[in-house]
């Protein structure tokens, strides 16, 4: 007996853990920043990773998780781009027995439970949206608000359905509540730059001179909106302010310049804690729910100090 438990031993340690991620896209610079993350950090813990991106579509992660249970891989990683729909294929990843652990967005199942995953490696974006809310309504007097009797804010929304777009969208509409805040419109730019600027141009035809405030879902549709209202011939940051959430590079090289107003960070850099997680369930150990990673925010004037240790 002796000598099978250590040839059991061996064959534990040398057997390559094989992770599968649904990943959504490459949509913006967080998300780009977020693979890389978890590529190198998969990399780095000698776990072979299926990487699969799936252009935005959920139709294409849930091919990819159909796939990942047919090559049996021991980790099936998603990162989840709308909150509902996936109650078949969560029934699929049980009933295949391989463990589900969520990263980045959230979900919501049919029956309420949260049974099908054992882990989120996730980001507080309700906390995300409160936060800049609350910073945009303590700093009315640096925004120029201080002696306006409402101020008329235009919300980019992200991707219609996601956790991202969902909680940072009612966390700044909860802070706003009975304030001069008022969100005159809110249409979606699919947290893309693209979408971001053309959305922007649509209310600068529309609206220009009633717009004075963005709160952008994302930095990459900011920094759209903010090549349209140059292209417009107005000054971003100034004749209207802007605020985001991310803070990619892009992001704090606009606030350098004074483009941006405020940034609030969400951290794509989640692999080394989807690494840990699995080196933790490998070795028996028990896991939190949910784990949420620090995110601070960032007025321009500390963006400067801060982007030579901005890691993404
Ligand atoms: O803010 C955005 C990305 O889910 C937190 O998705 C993520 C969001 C992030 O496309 O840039």
Known sequence: PGVSA???????????VVVGFAQIGAESEWRTANSKSIKDACEGAGFKLQFSDAQQKQENQISAIRSFIAQKVDYIALAPIVETGWDTI????EDSKIPLILVDRS?????GSDKYWITRVGEDFYKEGKQLAQWVKDNQEKLGFKDKA????????GT???GAAVDRGSAWADTMKD????????????????KGQEVMESWLKSDKGNIDLVFAHNDDMALGAISAMEAA?????IDIKIVSIDGVKGAFEAMIA???????????????????????????????????????????????????????
């Open 107 to 111: 979900i919501k199942t049919a029956d």
């Open 160 to 162: 219609v359905g996601s």
């Open 6 to 16: 250590e040839a059991s031993d061996d064959k534990k340690t040398s057997k390559q």
């Open 233 to 237: 011939g107005l000054k971003p940051g």
């Open 179 to 194: 304030t001069k805040f008022k969100t005159i419109k809110s249409q979606t730019g699919n947290f893309t730059r693209a």
């Open 90 to 93: 969560l029934k699929e990843i």
């Open 150 to 157: 409402t101020v008329n804010v235009y919300q980019l929304e």
């Open 258 to 312: 004074g483009k941006l107003n405020a940034v609030q960070e969400c951290s794509p850099l989640t692999g080394p804690v989807l690494v840990q997680t699995i080196q933790d369930l490998e070795a028996g150990k028990e896991v939190p729910k949910l784990k949420y990673a620090e995110e601070k925010l960032f007025p321009m004037e500390e963006a400067k100090a801060a982007l030579s240790s901005r890691q993404y």
